[in-house]
């Protein structure tokens, strides 16, 4: 079965460190990957998403870039955090192609930036 | 690109009472809409999704409905329970590879 794992749980971080959060799928293959950002424990705000090896997509302009340096690996980072990047990100995989389908979403990683 | 706007944004009801939550979206090529539930601190799960060939759809105590004309669909619960409580998201898909949110519902079920 598919499974989902994204890494770490929970972070503090300073205002202007450097940020990755790491997200892994397992059980099938080339699945399309996102990240999702949900501030103030509500609204789900897509950042990025790729649906092959090195082929990102960005939603909005921000402080924070994704690369998939695998076909399963999904990573999300930034050089200079913000005080507005707190929040929940949430990495999330679906099925490969254009064929509608579930969004299957990892743990979650809750990022506090001081 | 979709804009889908979701409403109540807070929703209280008494336990065994039936809930609704409303969405309408923009992109007329759009789906595919699934429902979302969100427990405290806990990944976003789906409970049901319908897609734009059927009308209606039902799960026990769940049912959605699609009203492709209007672009709305909504969430009905029926006899609420107080584990319903959670936060609750629609979504809908257009022609990529993108679901677009709504803001979400917080219901609560009183005992």
């Known amino acids: 079965s598919q499974t989902i794992h994204q890494w770490p749980a929970t972070l503090v971080q300073p205002v202007g460190s450097p940020l990755s959060l790491e997200c892994t799928v397992e059980?099938?293959?080339?699945?399309?990957l996102y990240w999702y950002r949900q501030a103030a424990g509500r609204g789900l705000q897509l950042l990025f998403y790729?649906?092959?090896?090195?082929?990102i997509s960005s939603e909005v302009p921000q402080n924070l870039s994704a690369s998939r340096p695998q076909d399963r690996q999904f990573i999300l980072s930034s050089k200079k955090l913000l005080l507005s990047d707190s929040g929940f990100y949430l990495c999330a995989w679906s099925v490969s192609g254009r064929a509608v389908g579930e969004l299957f979403f990892g743990e979650g990683s809750r990022l506090t930036v001081l | 690109g979709e804009n889908v706007e979701q409403h109540p944004s807070t929703l209280s009801v008494q336990e065994g009472d039936s809930a609704v939550i409303k969405c309408t979206y923009s992109d007329s090529a759009s789906n595919y809409f699934p429902w979302y539930k969100q427990e405290l601190g806990k990944r976003p799960q789906l409970i049901i999704d319908i897609r734009s060939n059927v009308g209606e759809k039902k799960d026990q105590r769940i049912a959605v409905t699609l009203n492709k004309t209007a672009k709305h669909f909504s969430l009905h619960i029926t006899e609420t329970q107080p584990e319903d409580s959670a936060v609750y998201f629609c979504a809908a898909k257009g022609s990529n590879y993108k679901l677009t949110f709504g803001k979400g519902t917080l219901l609560t079920v009183n005992p």
């Open positions: 790729s649906v092959g090896i090195g082929q």
């Open positions: 059980g099938t293959s080339n699945p399309n």
